[in-house]
């Protein structure tokens, strides 16, 4: 089969799971893709038997694992499963992905899961088993079935985080841990950040939205270089492949800094209290993904960019980009909210003239942006482009804020 670049992103979700949009269906989720500019999704959640019926009365098999809905849109199964278990005298919540080549493994791991929870109850489900017996179990269903760590720094529910995880992908998976060929990094993480760890040197970076609603898929996602089959995206995903990620800035993340919302406090790593302790009401500091990486790392940061904004690292492994989400570009230039008529008019009128979202947000001329919209919001895309831009920085499940330099 023929190889090409593919945008993928393989962490969304449907409307089954908890705290997502009541819109998420097959053809939500298709013509998003479409406006965005996106190759292939994940159906997500497809462990939730409704949500699977559906899946199978909205897709149609495309060939060699993969599958297309009625819009053209194709999708890879796949799903998010909640860890929680206790290993080595600790509580662990671990969140991870699990890629699947078709509806025959969906429906065995489905019915071995259903022996363990109530899979109807969330399209996320909360699974009393470790991360390695489920990884396990995934792999005795089918042996090509894909396991990636999901935003692996996140301190609650991240393999690595600090609150619940692990401190090394090993310590996880024992003898299995080879197996583990790539890890997500998380809206609070960007690759040059996982760079600094040694255990992540022989393992992919990838980068997916966890998208809860349509305009937030692709706010990350993973450019590879494959043919349109399970196997071809499965390898390129795991190191095969990788073209590069595009980012959101990890500043913006909700876990980038160490803090305590309730008292206001956000600290970075060098002026945090050594006991952890929020320093108002004692109280311990959710730590952030900046010291946990810290605490882990085996250098420091090692990056350049190009003018184009591409950020590579001094080893050639695959470089990354990152992105503000049109609609917040677009509010910047304009002083209106996000999702106010106005920015939507400016939205349409931009996909209308210059393609897709990514098309245009990545490589549409200054020129070509300002003729289909104006001056202002040019400059604004630049200046992504080129980083300049002002960060407020998220901690303790609060989203930081990103102001575009103009």
């Keep these: 089969m023929t190889t090409r670049q593919l945008r993928v992103d393989f962490h969304t979700h449907s409307r089954f799971a908890i705290s997502t949009s009541p819109s998420l269906d097959i053809k939500t989720l298709s013509e998003a893709a479409k406006r965005k500019g996106l190759d292939v999704l994940t159906t997500g959640d497809f462990t939730h038997p409704v949500w699977r019926d559906e899946l199978k009365d909205d897709l149609s098999e495309s060939g060699d694992g993969l599958y297309v809905s009625a819009k053209g849109t194709h999708f890879i199964l796949g799903t998010e499963i909640s860890c929680v278990f206790k290993q080595n005298d600790r509580g662990r919540r671990v969140h991870v992905l699990v890629l699947v080549p078709d509806f025959r493994a969906a429906d ?54 600090s609150k619940s995880g692990f401190d090394s992908i090993e310590e996880a998976f024992g003898e ?161 909210g996000p999702n106010t008529k106005t920015v939507g008019r400016t939205a349409d009128a931009l996909v209308a003239e210059l393609g897709s979202e990514f098309d245009m947000l990545l490589n549409a001329s200054e020129s070509d942006i300002e003729a289909a919209s104006n001056e202002r919001v040019a400059a604004a895309i630049l200046a992504v482009r080129r980083g300049d831009v002002e960060i407020t920085p998220g901690y303790d499940g609060q989203h930081g804020k990103v102001t575009i330099t103009l």
């Design 108 to 161: 065995a791991l489905s019915d071995r899961l259903g022996e363990l929870a109530r899979l109807e109850s969330d399209g996320r489900p909360i699974i009393k088993i470790s991360a390695l017996n489920l990884a396990l179990m995934v792999w005795d269903v089918d042996d090509r079935s894909v396991i990636i760590p999901a935003h692996v720094w996140t301190p609650w529910y991240g393999l690595l985080g």
């Design 176 to 336: 299995y841990s080879d197996r583990i060929r790539a890890v997500e990094s998380g809206l609070s993480s960007d690759p040059a950040m996982n760079w600094r760890i040694g255990e992540l040197d022989d393992r992919a970076i990838v980068s997916f939205s966890d998208a809860h609603s349509p305009g937030t898929m692709g706010r990350e996602f993973t450019v590879v270089t494959s043919d349109m089959t399970f196997d071809g995206l499965s390898a390129a995903i795991q190191g095969g492949g990788i073209v590069e990620t595009v980012e959101f800035f990890p500043e913006n993340g909700k876990y980038h800094l160490n803090g305590h919302r309730k008292c206001n406090v956000i600290l970075e790593p060098d002026e945090t209290p050594s006991d952890g302790r929020c320093p108002v009401c004692r109280r311990p500091l959710t730590l952030g993904v900046v010291q946990r990486i810290d605490d882990l790392a085996v250098r420091p940061t090692q990056v350049s960019m190009t003018a184009g904004g591409l950020i590579e690292s001094p080893d050639s492994r695959p470089p990354f980009r990152r992105l503000v989400r049109l609609n917040e570009v677009l509010s910047e230039a304009s002083g209106v």
